[in-house]
């Protein structure tokens, strides 16, 4: 693990939090009260970390539970012709164990839902590995109790138009006020950037798991403009993310990431 200074960390810290940070549990608002077929599909080149929910909205007066679709024929080709089948293994979520994305290939996304083709295309860019991760602790000014944020570093390559994905799991839970946050290099182009993690409810001996996902403008932007959504206040009006799936009725993404992950456990330093 590389070593930095208390005071260096926190410049960081302060300087990633304030702006290139987009952290918040979001909800997506839906314009039209007409039901519409939900896709959230994500490719990764890691075991295990492979899915994609399909799932229809209700109309205005149905409530808004989700209707699980189980009945949908799911495949993913990859640009040297080779096909993959995704199996339905539980309510709404369709896997293949056995998938395992490369770098630099296009993926293809195939759904059909009944007489309804949806489809989608993305690419798993150069994978962007966590260079390391560490923590430091400070007494509150409100309670003189110990605070912990929990810091993960990576470089960000010389090349232009880099866009990630974050997600925190503390003791396999996915971390508090923090499951969605993405950022861009438009800042940070070719330079060390630093995410940190805060929740009062971390504690010593905490595991703390940093995935990273490196995807593309196309993802990036959907989750942009859905947290840009999710901030309006009431006098405006909501406005469903641009979807990257082809079909009728239908929002969502489709996502092929590069992954790479780091574990951090909050060690008492005496």
Known sequence: MKKYSFFKILVICIISISLFSCEKIINIDLNESDPQIVIEAILTDS???NFIKISKTKS??????????NNADVTVTDNNGNLFTFSNVSEGLYSNPAFKGTINSTYNLSVKV????????????????????????F????????????????????????????KTFVNNVKGEDNSFSIYSDEYINGSMSAFSYYSENTQIMDTV???????????????????????????????????????EDVIGYFGAYSMSCDTLIIIPIF
Do not use: C
């Not at 083709?117 to 860019?125: A, N, V």
């Not at 003189?144 to 993960?152: H, Q, T, V």
């Open 139 to 166: 007494p509150s000014q409100f309670t003189g109790e110990m605070m912990i944020i929990a810091n993960m570093y990576y470089t960000d390559p010389i090349t232009e138009g880099n866009f990630y994905r974050i």
């Open 47 to 49: 075991l295990g970390y």
């Open 114 to 137: 009944d007489d309804l083709d949806y489809t989608s295309s993305s690419k798993i860019h150069e994978n962007v590995k966590i260079d390391s991760v560490s923590y430091f602790m």
């Open 60 to 69: 205005l007066y149905q409530g808004s539970d989700f209707e699980k679709i």
């Open 209 to 247: 798991v940093f995935h990273l996902y490196t995807t593309d403008e196309a993802n990036y932007e959907y989750w942009r403009i859905l947290f840009t959504n999710s901030n309006m206040g009431m006098t405006s009006t909501p406005g469903n993310p641009t979807t990257n799936i082809t079909g």
